[in-house]
């Protein structure tokens, strides 16, 4: 996690990067959104770019909440067979994160776990 932090760091170091980036996203997104169509399901596609996960994925459930005003949102927790001081502090605060904000907003939330 931490080199892929890096490496972020080191290759988005102006304002082209971050716009090919958003592209490069949105047509990866695009693609899974007419995959989905293809078999006959409905979907959306919601997208955020920012610095602070947990405020971008209130941003975007608020959003999903105003279309769709019945739902439940799902997030996941990674579960490892021995927990050490770098799992904790590298893979277990988002989700909760999510969840507290998420409480106080009134959207449900169900926290699924995965083994690792």
């Known amino acids: 996690m931490f080199l892929q ?3 972020d760091l080191t290759r988005f170091k102006g304002r082209e990067e ?3 980036l958003n592209r490069k996203v949105q047509e990866d997104l695009n693609k899974y959104e007419k995959l989905m169509h293809t078999h006959g399901y409905h979907a959306e596609v919601f997208y955020s770019l920012g610095t602070d996960v947990v405020h971008e994925v209130e941003k975007l459930a608020l959003k999903v909440k105003e279309k769709y005003p019945v739902n439940v949102f799902f997030t996941g927790q990674l579960v490892f067979p021995r927990e050490t001081f770098m ?3 590298l ?10 904000r ?7 939330v169900l926290i699924l776990p995965i083994k690792v």
Do not use: D, M, S
């Not at 893979?91 to 507290?100: E, I, L, S």
């Open 102 to 108: 998420f409480y106080h907003k009134g959207l449900p």
């Open 5 to 7: 932090a890096f490496w």
């Open 18 to 20: 971050i716009e090919a």
């Open 91 to 100: 893979h277990n605060y988002t989700a909760f994160a999510v969840q507290k």
């Open 87 to 89: 799992t904790r502090l």
